[in-house]
């Protein structure tokens, strides 16, 4: 039986930034109190816009929006580097 992949509409609005954030920093204080040496994100989409119109991600896009877990990853990044 193939995989289906099921629409979820929640999961493209924008009131998720603010959970994915958390989630982001939740993830890297668990890999550093975990000796885990890489985290990667799986939702890069996402740090542009919360959409499921492939148009309108292209045009935030070009206009260089960012989302909040784009900024959380990236205080992150300068946070925790090494």
């Known amino acids: 039986m193939p995989i289906q992949r099921r629409h979820e509409p929640y999961l493209c609005q924008g009131f998720m930034g603010e959970i994915d954030s958390k989630w982001a920093r939740m993830i890297t204080y668990y890999a550093l109190k975990h000796g885990v040496s890489l985290v990667c994100p799986f939702f890069t989409g ?3 816009r919360y959409t499921d119109d492939p148009t309108a ?8 929006n960012r989302t909040p877990p784009f900024y959380e990853y990236q205080k992150l990044a300068s946070e925790f580097q090494r």
């Open 57 to 64: 991600w292209n045009e935030a896009l070009l206009k260089g």
């Open 46 to 48: 996402k740090f542009v």
